[in-house]
């Protein structure tokens, strides 16, 4: 069975930091690459950040310079750490595991973690 577990999650005033994590079960966890989403109120859910097997990395251009993803493929965990929060950057955070198998690709979520930024 696998399992993503976000944690970190918080109430923040604006200019805060906050650490995310996502523990992956039930996975060969290197093999993933891994990626963080978020959802604000009223918006579709969108990137902010992935890392790949290899630790190529990227960034929605609206968290460049304030966010940073990181894996410890000993631990299975995957991490954001955001730092000068936006109340933009409210929103359900979800941790993305995905694949490319010869049989297609394989994806899990979350369940999400609650950022909120605000005064």
């Known amino acids: 069975q696998v399992q993503l577990v976000e944690s970190g999650g918080d109430l923040v005033q604006p200019g805060g930091s906050l650490r995310l994590s996502c523990a992956a079960s039930?996975?060969?966890?290197?093999?993933?690459?891994m990626g963080w989403y978020r959802q604000g109120p009223g918006k579709q859910r969108e990137l902010v950040a992935r890392?790949?097997?290899?630790?190529?990395?990227n960034y929605a251009d609206s968290v460049k310079g304030r966010f940073t993803i990181s894996r410890d493929n000993a631990k299975n965990t995957v991490y954001l750490e955001m730092n000068s929060l936006k109340p933009e950057d409210t929103g359900v955070y979800y941790c993305?595991?995905?694949?490319?198998?010869?049989?297609?690709?394989?994806?899990?979520w979350g369940q999400g973690t609650q950022v909120t930024v605000s005064s």
């Open positions: 993305h595991a995905t694949r490319t198998t010869r049989g297609g690709s394989l994806d899990y």
């Open positions: 039930g996975i060969i966890f290197s093999f993933y690459n």
């Open positions: 890392i790949t097997t290899g630790g190529n990395i």
